[in-house]
């Protein structure tokens, strides 16, 4: 376990949070970035089962999120381009 100063720990929560990450992913992908430019390969990872079988069970993971998604209920029913006008209005 590394311990982490407060000041490092809420800086790695903001990037996490502006990247939509947790932040050990943050975290990761931030040393990763610097071993790179510092000329250090960093380890390289699984490949991804590229299966026939492993890339179905992908798809069904995702068609199911999308059902869900799909099947949310519209919370403000107005056409997209009002909405993003009013945004932009911002």
Known sequence: ???LSQETEALAQRLAVAKHLSVEEAIRLALEEKARAEGIAP???RPRD???EATAAR???IDSIVREIGALPIIDPRPTQEIIDELNEL
């Open 1 to 3: 376990m590394i311990n």
């Open 59 to 61: 798809r069904r993971r």
């Open 50 to 52: 590229q299966s026939p």
């Open 43 to 45: 380890v390289a990872r």
